[in-house]
């Protein structure tokens, strides 16, 4: 199967929407004809609503250029330099390059370095929640996250280096 882009793809996402409703409809009419109990994998049902969520949060995104904006750090030629947030043995820091700060602002003074508001392409990511197995299929949720290719053009933009 081919990869899906803008409209092909969107098409693609109401089918499967569709496709989940009925099923949720499907599992409230046997419940409600005493075939099965209420119990009736009520987790899989949140995963299904949680898949409707998540599909309308990606037609969102279809519905615009596919990107969002987000504060970039650039280096002095210009270049984005990807910077993350970790947890070390002495705190939170932000890592760049190499270089750790305990803030951003921190990070910026200390390299030179300065943000700069970019458009970037956008798309939905299942983000687990706390602990671990179906507790955290259960308590997670969909966020949106930069992406590597623009979902309405199929233009591959990559990751900062």
């Given at each position: 199967m081919s990869k899906l882009y803008g409209k092909a793809l969107a098409e693609s996402i109401r089918d499967t929407i569709?496709?989940?409703?009925?099923?949720l409809d499907d599992r409230n009419e046997r419940i409600s004809q005493g075939m099965?109990?209420?119990?009736d994998?009520?987790?899989s049902e949140r995963v299904e609503r949680r898949a409707i969520q998540e599909a309308r949060m990606q037609l969102d995104i279809?519905?615009?250029d596919g990107t969002m904006p987000i504060d970039a750090v650039i280096d002095e030629n210009g270049d984005e330099v990807y910077v993350r947030y970790v947890d070390t043995r002495y705190g939170p820091k932000y890592v760049g390059n190499?270089?750790?700060?305990?803030s951003?602002?921190?990070?910026?003074?200390?390299?030179?370095?300065?943000?700069?508001?970019?458009?970037?392409?956008?798309?939905?990511?299942f983000i687990p929640g706390s602990g671990g197995g179906m507790y955290s299929v259960?308590?997670?949720?969909?966020?949106?996250?930069?992406?590597?290719t623009n979902m309405v053009t199929g233009e591959y933009a990559g990751f900062p280096e």
């Open positions: 569709a496709r989940i409703e009925e099923a099965t109990d209420i119990d994998c009520f987790i279809l519905r615009s190499g270089v750790f700060a305990s951003l602002k921190a990070l910026l003074k200390k390299t030179g370095w300065k943000t700069e508001e970019r458009n970037v392409p956008c798309w939905t990511k259960y308590t997670g949720t969909v966020g949106i996250v930069r992406w590597h």
